[in-house]
């Protein structure tokens, strides 16, 4: 008896493969770059073209997939792009954050976000513009950015151990994107250091050139870093004094979102 019901487990946790290959399309044809004729998907995704095209004609008809009449390549649609931001919505802090992202827009007429990690990397949950201004950043809700190079990203970073450092050395590198990008593990130690001890950090140019960002750590009951605030502006309008005011602005936003998280300072 006891066997049979292990057998039951055991067959009520199994996995639908077919739902995994729909995701392995989406997924893959998210790193194609262009519309992709069936054959090359194919290819790509190691998948066989008749199976393929079952799955891309019921994405099709759900409205995820599009093909392009005259040379009949497939391409993603921008419906993925509006699942993304209404499950963004749904995630645990954004309803109740999301007013401080809007305040820091409004009390500078800047771009500001609010991250989070996944696996790695930082994850634009919820954005906000600035009032009469729109900086052309890839801040957008649903948006993956590297650790090592971002604000929010350095925050997160701290809750990580010497091993963990290492891991994500490993696993997603310290890829260069500007002159400034920090690109070893020592020169990150180093960073994570000043980091700790002044209560925010900074994006400086690191990530995308001429834009430099602003960072303060969200909180939790534990103390760890559960999200981050950010506030985002060419170099020509962040410098100087103005950086001193988004510092302590950030700062102290982030210490009364914290305390929505449960934190409780000393």
Same mark, same amino acid.
């Given at each position: 008896?006891?066997?049979?019901?292990?057998?039951?487990?055991?067959? =009520?946790?199994?996995?639908?493969?077919?739902?995994?290959?729909?995701?392995?399309?989406?997924?893959?044809?998210?790193?194609?770059?262009?519309?992709?004729?069936?054959?090359?998907?194919?290819?790509?995704?190691?998948?066989?073209?008749?199976?393929?095209? %079952?799955?891309?004609?019921?994405?099709?008809?759900? =409205?995820?997939?599009?093909?392009d009449p005259?040379?009949?390549?497939?391409?993603?649609?921008?419906?993925?792009?509006? *699942?993304?931001?209404?499950?963004?919505?749904?995630?645990?802090?954004?309803?109740?954050?999301?007013?401080?992202?809007?305040?820091?827009?409004?009390?500078?007429?800047?771009?500001?976000?609010?991250?989070?990690?996944?696996?790695?990397?930082?994850?634009?949950?919820?954005?906000?513009?600035?009032?009469?201004?729109?900086?052309?950043?890839?801040?957008?809700?649903?948006?993956?950015?590297?650790?090592?190079?971002?604000?929010?990203g350095?925050?997160?970073?701290?809750?990580?151990s010497?091993?963990? *450092?290492?891991?994500?050395?490993?696993?997603?590198?310290?890829?260069?994107?500007?002159?400034?990008?920090i690109?070893?593990?020592?020169?990150?130690?180093?960073? *994570?250091?000043?980091? %700790?001890?002044?209560?925010?950090?900074?994006?400086?140019?690191?990530?995308?050139?001429?834009?430099?960002?602003?960072?303060?750590?969200?909180?939790?009951?534990?103390?760890?870093?559960?999200?981050?605030?950010?506030?985002?502006a060419?170099?020509?309008?962040?410098?100087?004094?103005?950086?001193?005011?988004?510092?302590?602005? *950030?700062?102290?936003?982030?210490? %009364?979102?914290?305390?929505?998280?449960?934190?409780?300072?000393?």
């Amino acid at each position: 008896m006891q066997g049979k019901q292990g057998k039951q487990v055991s067959e =009520g946790i199994k996995k639908n493969q077919s739902l995994r290959k729909a995701l392995q399309i989406l997924e893959g044809m998210t790193h194609t770059g262009a519309p992709s004729r069936l054959q090359d998907l194919a290819r790509e995704l190691r998948m066989p073209q008749s199976t393929l095209l %079952r799955f891309l004609n019921t994405f099709i008809d759900f =409205g995820y997939v599009g093909q392009d009449p005259e040379t009949c390549c497939y391409y993603l649609t921008l419906k993925l792009v509006e *699942l993304g931001a209404r499950a963004g919505k749904s995630y645990p802090f954004v309803h109740s954050l999301s007013k401080y992202i809007k305040q820091a827009a409004a009390a500078f007429n800047e771009s500001s976000s609010l991250c989070v990690e996944r696996d790695m990397q930082m994850v634009y949950i919820a954005t906000e513009e600035g009032p009469g201004r729109m900086l052309q950043t890839l801040h957008r809700i649903g948006h993956i950015a590297p650790m090592h190079a971002t604000g929010v990203g350095k925050l997160h970073l701290l809750n990580y151990s010497d091993r963990q *450092l290492e891991d994500l050395e490993k696993k997603r590198g310290l890829p260069k994107f500007t002159e400034h990008t920090i690109v070893s593990l020592e020169a990150l130690r180093k960073e *994570l250091a000043q980091v %700790r001890d002044q209560g925010y950090a900074y994006d400086n140019e690191e990530c995308e050139e001429g834009v430099r960002c602003i960072a303060a750590p969200i909180l939790n009951y534990q103390g760890q870093v559960a999200a981050a605030i950010s506030i985002s502006a060419p170099v020509t309008r962040m410098g100087g004094s103005r950086c001193g005011e988004v510092i302590d602005y *950030l700062k102290d936003l982030g210490l %009364r979102a914290s305390r929505e998280l449960g934190y409780s300072a000393g």
